[in-house]
């Protein structure tokens, strides 16, 4: 006779569709597609005239703003006097590029400032430095 199906493990489901033979498993794969398909084609508008792209076009997948409501309006603060950084438009004011004598002198100015620097920290460190001194190896038990 045929095989008798027992679940055991994990996954009786998938030992169920192994157990059935190759046109039984279509069958258990596609019934739940084909159910589902009724209620799905149910809830749409059925509009098969067009292309797909008429049928993007109509499907609305933008929201229609709606004006603002008077005490909205009231409570936002005039277009004008707000401060921040704009994403589009004008570009912002940026500082030209240096020519090679500035490049020098910034060169310069830098490298006083790193002496500057480095002579302010030979203040904060030790006068003597520590010496690393080799450990003597442990005397074993003898």
């Given amino acids: 006779m ?9 996954r009786p ?8 033979a190759p ?8 019934a739940p597609a084909i159910l589902l398909v009724g209620p799905c084609w149910a809830q749409t ?3 098969i005239e067009g292309t797909p792209l008429d049928t993007l076009a109509k499907s609305h997948l933008t929201a229609d ?3 603002a409501k008077d005490f909205v309006t009231s409570a936002r603060p005039a277009a004008n006097t707000l401060d921040y950084t704009p994403l589009t438009g ?3 004011v940026r500082p030209k590029p ?10 310069a100015e830098l490298e006083s400032a790193g002496a500057k620097n480095a002579q302010r920290a ?3 460190l030790p006068a003597k430095r520590a010496v690393l001194t080799k450990r003597q190896p442990a005397k074993t038990g003898e």
């Fill in 98 to 107: 240096r020519d090679p004598s500035g490049v020098k002198a910034l060169q």
């Fill in 90 to 92: 004008s570009e912002p």
């Fill in 65 to 67: 703003v709606p004006e």
């Fill in 2 to 10: 045929g095989k008798t199906f027992i679940a055991i493990g994990r």
């Fill in 23 to 30: 046109v039984a498993r279509v069958a258990l794969v596609a």
């Fill in 45 to 47: 508008k059925h509009n």
């Fill in 13 to 20: 489901l998938v030992a169920l569709v192994r157990a059935v």
């Fill in 122 to 124: 030979k203040g904060l």
